[in-house]
T-cell receptor
Framework: SQKIEQNSEALNIQEGKTATLTCNYT??????LQWYRQDPGRGPVFLLL?????KEKRKERLKVTFDTTLKQSLFHITASQPADSATYLC?????????FGAGTRLTVKP | GAGVSQSPRYKVAKRGQDVALRCDPI?????LFWYQQALGQGPEFLTY????????KSGLPSDRFFAERPEGSVSTLKIQRTQQEDSAVYLC??????????????FGDGTRLSIL
């Protein structure tokens, strides 16, 4: 069956370091991969989308990679700040797929 | 408003009661989605509308769950004869065009449903 796995439930890092979150998927081939941020008590907020023919995409301090051979996406936040603390959800998407991973809760400590 | 609006934000009901949750999507958005989110989990897909047509209801957990979008804008998710396992946050999202993987979804802040 199709599965989406995010590397860990929680990740704690020190301010200023780079946070790296992992998203692995199995048994399907998404054409797109989306990342969202979710704060407690709020709905997810769209951050980035990467297509299967793109290896890497950047937006300010965010960088996403998409390796269709490994069936994996990496999400990096450079120069992390306490305000980056949130849960990050990955969503590998085909045209008829609306699923999310369980999320990784990131805490950036000052 | 500029974003997706959901009401009520919180709903407490006794087991066996019926509840109705409302979603106002972004104006002009064709696609509307409902998700259920349990504590510590990602959103689980329930159903999808393209305008007023419900094209996918494969995620609805039982026939007690019913959704509608009669005029292609506001949507209502109804749960009949609620049970404790229905307690969760119900999220609504909309996107501008028809369901494709390259469309960002815009979410409301959800309705937190507690069944006593």
């Amino acid at each position: 069956s199709q599965k989406i796995e995010q590397n860990s439930e929680a990740l704690n890092i020190q301010e200023g370091k780079t946070a790296t979150l992992t998203c692995n998927y199995t048994n399907y081939s998404p054409a797109y991969l989306q990342w969202y941020r979710q704060d407690p008590g709020r709905g997810p907020v769209f951050l980035l989308l990467i297509r299967e023919n793109e290896k890497e995409k950047r937006k300010e301090r965010l960088k996403v990679t998409f390796d269709t051979t490994l069936k994996q996406s990496l999400f990096h936040i450079t120069a992390s700040q306490p305000a980056d603390s949130a849960t990050y959800l990955c969503a590998p998407r085909g045209n008829n797929d609306m699923r999310f991973g369980a999320g990784t809760r990131l805490t950036v400590k000052p | 408003g500029a974003g997706v609006s959901q009401s009520p934000r919180y709903k407490v009901a006794k087991r066996g009661q019926d509840v109705a949750l409302r979603c106002d999507p972004i104006s002009g958005h064709v696609s509307l989605f409902w998700y259920q989110q349990a504590l510590g989990q990602g959103p689980e897909f329930l159903t999808y509308f393209q305008n007023e047509a419900q094209l996918d209801k494969s995620g609805l957990p039982s026939d007690r769950f019913f959704a509608e979008r009669p005029e292609g804008s506001v949507s209502t998710l109804k749960i009949q004869r609620t049970q404790q396992e229905d307690s969760a946050v119900y999220l609504c999202a909309s996107s501008l065009r028809t369901r494709t993987g390259n469309q960002p979804q815009h979410f409301g802040d959800g309705t937190r449903l507690s069944i006593l």
